[in-house]
């Protein structure tokens, strides 16, 4: 690659300075602020996530013309308070898996590294589980694997892509406060 080429993917543009800057805003800080709150956002995105593929698949499965509009409407809101805790996750994370590469230091380059590595160890476990689940479920409840290949691969397809942002969300750490950030003074 030219050296043109080379120090253009190194510049940030205009696009990843906005991005930055609403990754690392900080009014939904008290959102975010401890473990506790991390955890519970994450919970919460995933009880969202679940009853959003849950209401999909029912959706998508119902005969009944006024229950597949109920449970369009219910959708619509569940991705609503969906899409409000990616935003806290992403401000808890300060967009680790959502800037560019050449946005973030080394620092955050290991961090989402590391974050990968694990939620593709647990989508691993994810996978291996579905796969001991079905091939049980169609031995013991005498059902077809194909009644089952739709729900099970849209829930691990889902799973796997949100994985590496709940794993982010619980590594995310606390922020010093402005009390240990004080150096003492020397006696």
Known sequence: MTATGTAQRGRRTRYDERMFAVMNNREGHALYATAA??????????????????????????????????????????????????????????GLLELRTHVLDERQLAERDRVGARAHRLTTYLLAGAVVGVVAYCWIGHVSAGTLLVPVLLTVFVAHWLMPMWVAGLAARDEPTESSEQVPEAL
């Open 37 to 94: 709150r991390r955890r519970t956002v994450v919970t919460a995105h995933v009880v969202l996530t679940v009853a959003s593929v849950a209401t999909g698949i029912g959706m998508c499965v119902t005969d009944r013309r006024g229950l597949a509009f109920a449970l369009l409407a219910l959708l619509l809101v569940l991705i609503l308070l969906w899409c409000v805790a990616t935003g806290v996750i992403n401000g808890a994370t300060r």
